[in-house]
């Protein structure tokens, strides 16, 4: 299984970003996704995830600012990002859980700056 993540870049507080990742499995629809994010000197943390139901948990964070969405159709899972602020710079992660199952990308940095 590969992740490939992308759509980050510099962008000033308040802008939005899309982040996308697209996954080469198969059964992709079955797995449990997510977005995780690491800032220098600190340890990676959760951003949102999705189920294959579809059902979504976002970190407190980024509630009402971030969205995850996947589209199984495209092997490919989104996080929309708005209100972007510069605490939310870091490099971010997807990855992908099924059972006791784990895979990630390979990390796609977002710079929050004005």
């Known amino acids: 299984v590969q992740l490939q993540a992308s759509g980050g870049g510099l962008v000033q507080p308040g802008g939005t970003l899309r982040l996308s990742c697209a996954a080469s499995a198969s059964f992709f629809s079955g797995w449990t996704l997510g977005w995780y994010r690491q800032a220098p000197g600190k340890q990676r943390e959760l951003v949102a995830t999705?189920?294959?139901?579809?059902?979504?948990n976002d970190a407190d964070s980024v509630k009402g600012r971030f969205t995850i969405s996947r589209d199984n159709a495209k092997n490919t899972m989104y996080l929309q990002m708005d209100s972007l602020k510069p605490e939310d710079t870091a490099v971010y992660y997807c990855a992908a859980f099924l059972g006791t199952r784990s895979y990630w990308g390979q990390g796609t940095q977002v710079t929050v700056s004005s």
């Open positions: 999705i189920t294959s139901g579809g059902t979504t």
